[in-house]
């Protein structure tokens, strides 16, 4: 979708010398606080904290805004990549393919199921698995005795949706399973269908700075195929059968509390808003840098009309250091995701592929996150854009 089919947005007004900050999750509250209280009192009186009402409640309202079959709520983002592995029954000896440059959850999930991950290199442009490496490290993995090749995991990096097109294709030739991470990246779009319903198997995490965050852990799964769903409430409560004691199959306390499901479904009736505010001001940091500084593409490479859900807003610069230290100076925090690619981190070097991963690498060095929120004003994103494009320029 391009930027000109959105509705023009009002940003918040805030002076362009207001103190910026990287995230605001404070300015969010107040706008959604009467209706948390309200929501701590019935918690409170019914008295119901695991297994509420707020968790149906916020399965159904994720499935109406998904268009996802069914949604599970579960403790965290990373629960919500491990659970559905070990209801696929992986283990020793399954390849799931992971891009290396991803949090480092995306991994040890695939780890804690007891399957191999196996690294895949990036796009350059969007930071987003790359599906013709995807497709050589598939037939890599056909060529070893050892190795089952079973699933990939791509990532929705930054809030922009994968090549689901084509990692799908590669997916259909090899038949794999599609888990898609999408931890960043509730409320993007690729074609006309949301990221929930990308994939048959999403994961998403509520961690409070997430697009869709919570006051503390969360996630959920999403699916487009009701049997899973089943399968994963059996497995988010021990692996329990209806009576919620025998255990019919291997599980975990996979819960998330009425609490969080709450917080959840309040900030999903401000999201359209949220969002919105998101696309413009990601336009707007494109209008002032685009032509000056790289930054991350906003399509996918074949879907050619993915929407981000900009979760964060991501350049490239060399001399990275330099720059985040004057930006610094000038009141406008940044951060990095990430600075080590997953192959060179000490718990996983050993997966580290021959060759490594030379644009997982490269990205490392220079990407550079500027602040992306929704209670930013345009002058607040003027400011930042001058501070970087003087930056740059050196
Ligand atoms: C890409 C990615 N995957 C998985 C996770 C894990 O989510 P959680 O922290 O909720 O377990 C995160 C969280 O930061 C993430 O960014």
Not at 339 to 346: A, E, G, I, N, Y
Request: hydrophobic content about 40%; charged content about 20%.
């Amino acid at each position: 979708m391009a930027d000109s089919e959105h509705a023009p947005v009002d940003l918040i007004e805030l002076a362009s010398d207001a103190p910026i900050r990287f995230f605001d999750l404070k300015a969010q509250q107040a706008s959604i606080r009467p209706a948390l209280e309200t929501r701590w009192t019935d918690i409170l009186d019914h008295g119901r904290y695991i297994g509420g009402p707020e968790v149906s409640e916020l399965e159904q309202k994720l499935c109406a805004f998904t268009g996802a079959a069914d949604a599970v709520a579960v403790g965290s983002g990373t629960q919500a990549l491990v659970m559905p592995m070990i209801g696929l029954g992986y283990g020793y000896g399954d390849a799931v393919f992971v891009p290396g440059f991803t949090y480092n959850a995306s991994v040890n999930a695939v780890l804690l199921a007891g399957a191999t991950p196996v690294f895949v290199d990036i796009n350059p442009k969007t930071f987003n698995m790359c599906p013709e490496d995807l497709e050589r490290r598939v037939k890599q993995v056909a060529r070893q005795r050892n190795l089952r090749a079973k699933a990939v995991m791509p990532v929705d990096l930054y809030g922009l949706p994968a090549d689901y097109e084509g990692i799908g294709t590669v997916a259909d030739q090899y038949g794999l399973e599609i888990i898609s991470d999408a931890a960043q990246s509730f409320g993007g779009q690729s074609g006309n269908k949301w990221v929930g319903a990308l994939a048959s198997i999403t994961a998403t995490s509520f961690y409070p700075t997430k697009t869709l965050g919570g006051y503390g852990d969360g996630g959920a799964i999403l699916t487009t195929d009701k049997g899973i769903g089943d399968m994963l409430r059996s497995i988010r409560w021990h692996g329990t059968g209806e009576d919620r004691k025998n255990s019919i199959r291997v599980g975990l306390n996979g819960r998330c509390d009425s609490i969080q499901c709450a917080v959840v479904s309040e900030k999903l009736s401000i999201f359209e808003a949220e969002r919105g505010r998101r696309l413009a001001i990601d336009a707007l940091y494109r209008k002032h840098l685009s032509g000056v500084v790289e930054i991350q593409s906003r399509f996918s490479d074949s879907a050619m009309n993915s929407t981000s859900a900009c979760g964060l807003f991501t350049i490239r610069v060399s001399d990275r250091d330099r720059v985040r230290a004057e930006l610094s100076e000038q009141g406008i925090p940044t951060s990095i995701y990430y600075d080590t690619p997953l192959h060179r981190m000490p718990a996983f070097e050993h997966f580290n592929p021959a060759g490594g991963l030379p644009e997982c690498e490269r990205a490392s060095e220079e990407v550079l996150s500027l602040p992306m929120h929704p209670y930013l004003s345009e002058g607040q994103v003027g400011r930042i854009c001058e501070g970087v494009l003087g930056a740059v320029r050196g």
